[in-house]
């Protein structure tokens, strides 16, 4: 990947731009979740390090376990995130669209730099591969952190 948190950079930008559509937990959540299995195989295990979440049939199944996660933590986090003054929905739809963007967009991010991934699956190969590189994809994640921490910001200004 883009390590890991990088992924946080872009689910929180599309997760503040578009909150009233989109649950920033879930978005967040999906976002890192996918790398679990790398970070076991990085650590632990002695396998591939994008396998099967690392697919856009994985990542939807991994979407749905996220947002039935979500939907049975709505009440706590509807607390955390009213604390932190981020209004947030979290309606079945908006957490179910948080998470299948979180999911997609790392599996995405990740195919551009990493050749062995078969995001397509069941279809091999990896088209999308060098299609930007590390630095590009790294600097994306970034600025989109900082676009998503400056509508936070400016938001809680005008109140």
């Not at 909150?19 to 959540?29: F, G, M, P």
């Not at 979290?90 to 730099?113: C, E, N, P, R, V």
Request: positive net charge; charged residues 10%; hydrophobic residues 55%.
């Amino acid at each position: 990947m883009p390590f890991t948190p990088f992924h946080i950079g872009p689910g929180f930008a599309v997760g503040m731009l578009f909150k009233k559509h989109i649950n920033l937990a879930s978005i967040l959540l999906a976002s890192i979740i996918v790398d679990i299995r790398a970070i076991y195989c990085l650590f632990i295990g002695d396998c591939m390090l994008h396998g099967p979440l690392h697919t856009f049939l994985g990542g939807t199944i991994l979407a749905i376990f996220v947002s039935l996660l979500i939907y049975t933590l709505k009440n706590p986090l509807m607390k955390m995130t009213d604390f932190l003054k981020l209004k947030q929905d979290y309606s079945s739809k908006s957490i179910i669209t948080g998470a299948l963007i979180g999911t997609w967009m790392h599996i995405l991010l990740d195919a551009f730099l990493y050749f062995e991934m078969i995001p397509f699956w069941p279809i091999k190969g990896n088209c999308l591969f060098g299609i930007f590189n590390s630095p590009v994809v790294y600097n994306f994640c970034i600025v989109c952190f900082v676009v998503g921490f400056v509508v936070w910001v400016a938001e809680n200004i005008r109140k």
